[in-house]
């Protein structure tokens, strides 16, 4: 044991103290720098739960807004066939009376789908095949080719055409549907799309559609052909239909 010499303690003492002191010291500024880092570190994920509860809600908002465009347009789709059938009808009945003949009365259109079973890859031509032939109570207006892609039509006439293909791109900054017709005017659809971080900030943004619809004066014979860019590729679970009736 150290004693007191005259009236002061030992110098190592001292030392010791101090050095203990400065440990102190030191430890607790450790344990304010954690206290900081853990405090800025809750700041952090709180902020970051934000930013992601609110990029949820837009992801929701934009695929219900898309889900509502889709809707629309296949009910103005709709709209206009039943507008333009229910116009030939009365333009047929008061033609029969004017004749004072009577005609069968049958219709002539043909409407064709793309499912997932029947989908196929674009070639290099960008023909779009693997159409599906849907069940009309009417007199067919085109014959398909599976093979060539190609829709041959069987009568001549006035027709109200329409053909509409969703497609899964997301490299390109636009996507395009063409609808050809032999010496006569080209359907077409060009749409342009965002490729930024922000236009593509949720799953949905490869679903890009295109439609294209008209009317036009078409031969016997003549073959119509649904077209797009080669390295395009169509969406699986997308909605992809053509199809024409006749209007005169």
């Not at 930024?196 to 900030?201: C, D, I, L, N, Q």
Request: hydrophobic share 35%.
């Amino acid at each position: 044991m150290w004693k007191l010499q005259n009236g002061k303690r030992p110098v190592c003492a001292t030392m010791q103290r101090i050095l203990q002191r400065r440990r102190i010291r030191t430890l607790r500024l450790v344990w304010s720098l954690m206290a900081v880092l853990a405090l800025s570190l809750a700041v952090c994920s709180a902020i970051f739960t934000v930013w992601t509860m609110r990029q949820t809600r837009d992801l929701s908002r934009s695929f219900q807004t898309l889900q509502e465009r889709l809707e629309q347009v296949n009910m103005q789709r709709k709209a206009i066939f039943q507008l333009i059938l229910e116009k030939r009808e009365l333009l047929e009945s008061q033609r029969f009376r004017r004749d004072g003949r009577k005609g069968n009365g049958r219709k002539v259109a043909s409407h064709f789908e793309i499912t997932n079973n029947s989908v196929q890859k674009v070639g290099n031509e960008g023909v779009i095949k693997g159409w599906t032939e849907e069940q009309l109570n009417m007199s067919r207006a085109v014959h398909y080719n599976p093979e060539t892609g190609t829709f041959k039509v069987e009568r001549s006439g006035v027709y109200f055409l329409y053909c509409q293909v969703h497609f899964n791109e997301n490299q390109s900054q636009y996507v395009k549907l063409e609808v050809s017709v032999p010496k006569g005017p080209l359907l077409q659809c060009i749409e342009g799309y965002g490729t930024t971080p922000a236009s593509g900030s949720h799953r949905f943004h490869f679903l890009k559609p295109c439609q294209v619809s008209g009317l036009l004066r078409l031969n016997k014979g003549a073959e119509l052909k649904a077209i797009t860019g080669g390295s395009f590729s169509l969406q699986m679970s997308g909605k992809h239909y053509f199809g024409l009736f006749k209007v005169n």
